[in-house]
């Protein structure tokens, strides 16, 4: 069996972990800061098997309506949700929260794909990549200047 391809960045955010969850969480204010998601859903609906509808646009494709199923929840440090079909491509979106000795966080936002056309990824991961590595930056932006 082959291994899924994988899109991680990490980004260092000058502010606790508890500050970054807090945003992180904040589905609702995704369209002020996010460069291409905006969800609908509230910060009390983070809860394994909550449905969270949102809208992908400003990217390279097209906009569209997404859904994501959130499938762990681990406060303040770790939230997962996937989004997709098998039969096409399921996404597993991870987002972990490391607090450092500084009192700085180390984000680490990664997704790794399943399905019949996730090897028709693998030559946009370095894109994919960095536009992860974007929206790291933006969340960081987000936190820094709800914290400072």
């Known amino acids: 069996m082959k291994e899924a391809p994988v899109v991680t960045a990490v980004t260092r955010i000058s502010a606790p972990v508890e500050d970054a969850w807090r945003v992180l969480v904040a589905f609702d204010e995704y369209a002020r800061w996010h460069p291409v998601l905006s969800l609908d859903a509230k910060p009390e609906q983070v809860v394994v098997g909550a449905e969270v509808p949102g809208r992908l646009s400003g990217g390279d494709a097209a906009e569209q309506d997404v859904t994501m199923r959130i499938v762990v929840v681990d406060a303040p440090r770790r939230l997962v949700w996937e989004g997709g079909s098998l039969d096409a ?52 932006a987000r936190v820094e200047g709800l914290s400072g």
């Open 89 to 140: 491509i399921l996404g597993r979106h991870s987002f972990v929260l490391a607090p450092r000795p500084d009192g700085t966080t180390e984000f680490t936002d990664s997704e790794e794909f399943f399905g019949a056309a996730a090897a028709e990824l693998v030559p946009t991961l370095d894109q994919l990549t960095q536009e992860y590595s974007r929206y790291g930056a933006a969340l960081q």
